[in-house]
Protein backbone atom coordinates (compact mmCIF):
# COMPACT_ATOMS: atom_id res chain seq x y z
CA UNK A 1 0.00 0.00 0.00
CA UNK A 2 1.39 4.03 -0.53
CA UNK A 3 1.76 5.54 2.49
CA UNK A 4 2.58 9.03 2.88
CA UNK A 5 3.25 10.61 6.05
CA UNK A 6 3.13 14.14 6.72
CA UNK A 7 5.36 15.18 9.79
CA UNK A 8 6.83 18.59 11.44
CA UNK A 9 4.16 20.75 12.33
CA UNK A 10 3.54 22.23 15.52
CA UNK A 11 2.36 26.03 17.51
CA UNK A 12 4.77 29.10 16.22
CA UNK A 13 4.48 32.45 16.54
CA UNK A 14 3.79 35.00 13.59
CA UNK A 15 7.23 35.38 11.54
CA UNK A 16 8.21 31.61 12.57
CA UNK A 17 9.58 28.58 10.61
CA UNK A 18 8.24 25.07 10.21
CA UNK A 19 10.03 22.44 8.14
CA UNK A 20 7.55 19.99 7.02
CA UNK A 21 8.05 16.98 5.76
CA UNK A 22 5.89 13.90 3.47
CA UNK A 23 7.13 10.50 3.70
CA UNK A 24 6.03 7.93 1.22
CA UNK A 25 6.52 4.57 1.13
CA UNK A 26 4.85 1.90 -1.23
CA UNK A 27 5.21 3.86 -4.32
CA UNK A 28 8.33 5.46 -6.41
CA UNK A 29 7.71 8.98 -5.19
CA UNK A 30 10.47 10.30 -7.72
CA UNK A 31 8.39 10.15 -10.45
CA UNK A 32 5.42 12.09 -9.53
CA UNK A 33 4.63 15.62 -8.97
CA UNK A 34 4.00 15.93 -5.29
CA UNK A 35 1.66 18.48 -3.78
CA UNK A 36 1.20 20.26 -0.57
CA UNK A 37 -2.08 21.06 0.48
CA UNK A 38 -4.46 22.80 3.22
CA UNK A 39 -6.95 22.29 5.00
CA UNK A 40 -9.18 24.84 7.52
CA UNK A 41 -12.05 23.02 9.10
CA UNK A 42 -15.33 24.86 6.88
CA UNK A 43 -12.97 25.13 4.04
CA UNK A 44 -12.36 23.69 0.80
CA UNK A 45 -8.95 21.92 0.39
CA UNK A 46 -6.39 24.11 -1.41
CA UNK A 47 -3.05 23.26 -3.23
CA UNK A 48 0.00 25.34 -1.48
CA UNK A 49 2.96 24.64 -3.69
CA UNK A 50 3.84 21.76 -6.04
CA UNK A 51 6.94 19.87 -7.71
CA UNK A 52 7.49 17.74 -10.24
CA UNK A 53 9.66 15.08 -10.79
CA UNK A 54 12.13 17.26 -12.89
CA UNK A 55 12.15 19.27 -9.74
CA UNK A 56 10.44 22.40 -11.58
CA UNK A 57 8.25 23.98 -8.56
CA UNK A 58 5.07 26.49 -8.05
CA UNK A 59 3.30 27.99 -5.33
CA UNK A 60 0.21 30.09 -4.79
CA UNK A 61 0.36 33.33 -4.56
CA UNK A 62 -0.36 33.62 -1.16
CA UNK A 63 2.58 31.42 -0.71
CA UNK A 64 5.21 32.90 -2.98
CA UNK A 65 8.36 34.18 -1.38
CA UNK A 66 7.76 32.93 1.99
CA UNK A 67 7.50 29.15 1.54
CA UNK A 68 10.04 26.66 -0.53
CA UNK A 69 8.85 23.06 -1.69
CA UNK A 70 11.84 20.37 -2.34
CA UNK A 71 12.29 16.74 -2.71
CA UNK A 72 14.76 14.28 -1.74
CA UNK A 73 14.67 11.52 -3.73
CA UNK A 74 17.44 8.85 -2.26
CA UNK A 75 14.96 9.69 0.99
CA UNK A 76 11.78 9.51 -1.19
CA UNK A 77 10.81 12.88 0.87
CA UNK A 78 9.31 16.34 0.10
CA UNK A 79 10.06 19.33 2.20
CA UNK A 80 7.95 22.37 2.37
CA UNK A 81 9.98 25.15 4.26
CA UNK A 82 7.81 27.74 5.82
CA UNK A 83 8.75 30.75 6.93
CA UNK A 84 7.27 34.03 7.67
CA UNK A 85 4.44 32.11 8.93
CA UNK A 86 0.65 34.33 9.99
CA UNK A 87 -2.22 33.25 11.65
CA UNK A 88 -3.65 32.80 7.99
CA UNK A 89 -1.53 29.85 7.29
CA UNK A 90 -3.06 28.09 10.44
CA UNK A 91 -4.70 24.46 9.04
CA UNK A 92 -3.67 20.91 8.54
CA UNK A 93 -1.29 20.45 5.73
CA UNK A 94 -1.12 17.50 3.42
CA UNK A 95 0.73 16.09 0.62
CA UNK A 96 0.00 13.91 -2.51
CA UNK A 97 0.13 12.34 -5.37
CA UNK A 98 -2.15 13.83 -8.23
CA UNK A 99 -3.27 10.28 -8.81
CA UNK A 100 -4.29 10.06 -4.89
CA UNK A 101 -5.85 13.75 -5.15
CA UNK A 102 -8.21 12.08 -7.86
CA UNK A 103 -9.25 9.10 -5.87
CA UNK A 104 -9.24 11.40 -3.46
CA UNK A 105 -6.90 9.25 -0.64
CA UNK A 106 -5.12 10.93 1.72
CA UNK A 107 -2.91 10.51 4.70
CA UNK A 108 -3.34 12.10 7.99
CA UNK A 109 -1.84 15.47 7.76
CA UNK A 110 0.18 17.63 9.81
CA UNK A 111 -1.41 20.58 12.20
CA UNK A 112 0.29 23.70 11.80
CA UNK A 113 -0.88 26.51 14.16
CA UNK A 114 0.37 30.35 13.92
CA UNK A 115 -1.24 32.26 16.74
CA UNK A 116 0.53 35.09 18.96
Known amino acids: QVHLVESGGGLVQPGGSLRLSCAAS????????VGWYRQVPGKQRELVAQ???????NCADSVKGRFTISRDNAKNTVFLQMNGLQPEDTAVYYC??????????WGQGTQVTVSS
Open 96 to 105: NTQRRVLIDQ
Open 26 to 33: GIIFSIYT
Open 51 to 57: ITSGGST
